[in-house]
T-cell receptor, first 115, second 108 residues
């Protein structure tokens, strides 16, 4: 299957700092990537749709100034959690949509802990 | 958005047993994927199955789009099958809608 790589897998930061998470599609070009958030023992919640070369589309209730998304190339999307607070602690997962069938492939996820 | 219900929410199996996981969805779909989330959080693609039946080793899946459900069959379960299984259908929009998942525990 296709490969999507996410980095870092774990990050611990102090409250007030910003954290950047990268999502790369390694063996295909992805014009569309998605960012999800998952709380313990819950399902995945779509945060935003990232489109290459244009602004991201955020789901209702997701603060775009808090969660900055940049999709500068066909293989890379980044999520920056700005001025992180403990309530931002969560598991963040990205996915990339492969052309043709539109099948989604997921990164390994990034566990963020804000102290 | 589309409503997705998965059942059962939790399932405990003895190693070697078979099981069927069900996914009901509320609207017409043009795509459906099944994923296995392992204990480390990684989502593994199992099937891309908007309709029909597919098999991959001990796993198979069937989607009956006209009746708005999909089934995932696990045969001869192994401890490594443990984790959460998600069904994720898609309508005309770009994103998948995730169900609540079935948490499977396979005991030796």
């Amino acid at each position: 299957g296709a490969v999507v790589s996410q980095h870092p897998s774990r990050v611990i930061c102090k409250s007030g700092t910003s954290v950047k998470i990268e999502c790369r599609s390694l063996d295909f070009q992805a014009t569309t990537m998605f960012w999800y958030r998952q709380f313990p023992k819950q399902s995945l919640m779509l945060m935003a749709t990232s489109n290459e070369g244009s602004k991201a589309t955020y789901e209702q209730g997701v603060e775009k100034d808090k969660f900055l998304i940049n999709h500068a190339s066909l293989t890379l999307s980044t999520l920056t959690v700005t001025s992180a607070h403990p309530e931002d602690s969560s598991f963040y997962i990205c996915s990339a949509r492969r052309g043709g069938t539109g099948e989604l492939f997921f990164g390994e996820g990034s566990r963020l802990t804000v102290l | 958005g589309i409503q997705v219900e998965q059942s059962p929410p939790d399932l405990i199996l003895q190693e070697g047993a078979n099981s069927t996981l069900r996914c009901n969805f509320s609207d017409s779909v043009n795509n459906l994927q099944w994923f296995h989330q392992n204990p480390w959080g990684q989502l593994i693609n199992l099937f891309y199955i908007p309709s029909g039946t597919k098999q991959n080793g001990r796993l198979s899946a069937t989607t009956v789009a006209t009746e708005r459900y999909s089934l995932l069959y696990i045969s001869s379960s192994q401890t490594t099958d443990s984790g959460v299984y998600f069904c994720a259908p898609k309508t005309g929009a770009n994103n998948l809608f995730f169900g609540t998942g079935t948490r499977l525990t396979v005991i030796p």
